[in-house]
């Protein structure tokens, strides 16, 4: 995945923008001001820290090596993805997608109605979970 690429998936979310608190060099992306992907856009190797359900973030950690505890978040709700080609982009999808759902699962019902949300990952099982994405 390139930087051009997350940035589109994470844009293309209901509500998402992008915002710039912690300088011009991390791209964070948020839902209704609430935070749900944090980006160096140009590090090598790209990465990205995503909110994850704590069983599923050790799950996910343990079985990808490039998926780490949240650097500088906190590491029972987030995740820190190496975008290396280690881990499949049809996974990294549906983590950016359970992230952004996570937080506006968290949002006010009037919020959730705004946005028209629907989770995104309300229907699928993330691989090797077999329970249905938060």
């Known amino acids: 995945m390139t930087p051009g690429e997350l940035k589109r998936l994470c844009l293309s979310l209901p509500g998402a923008r992008e915002e ?69 982009e049809d996974l990294v999808r549906e983590m950016v997608e359970d992230s952004y759902d996570l937080v506006v699962s968290g949002l006010p019902r009037r919020e959730q109605e705004k946005l028209q949300w629907v989770a995104l990952s309300q229907e699928k099982t993330p691989r090797g979970s077999g329970k249905p994405a938060r």
């Open 20 to 88: 710039f608190p912690f300088g011009e060099a991390n791209s964070v992306f948020k839902v209704a001001g609430k935070m749900f992907a944090l980006s160096p856009l140009e590090s090598k190797p790209l990465r990205v820290s995503l909110k994850c359900d704590p069983d599923l973030a050790v799950q996910l950690r343990r079985d990808h090596p490039e998926i780490t505890a949240g650097y500088h978040l906190n590491k029972r709700h987030w995740n820190t993805v190496v975008l290396d080609g280690g881990v499949p």
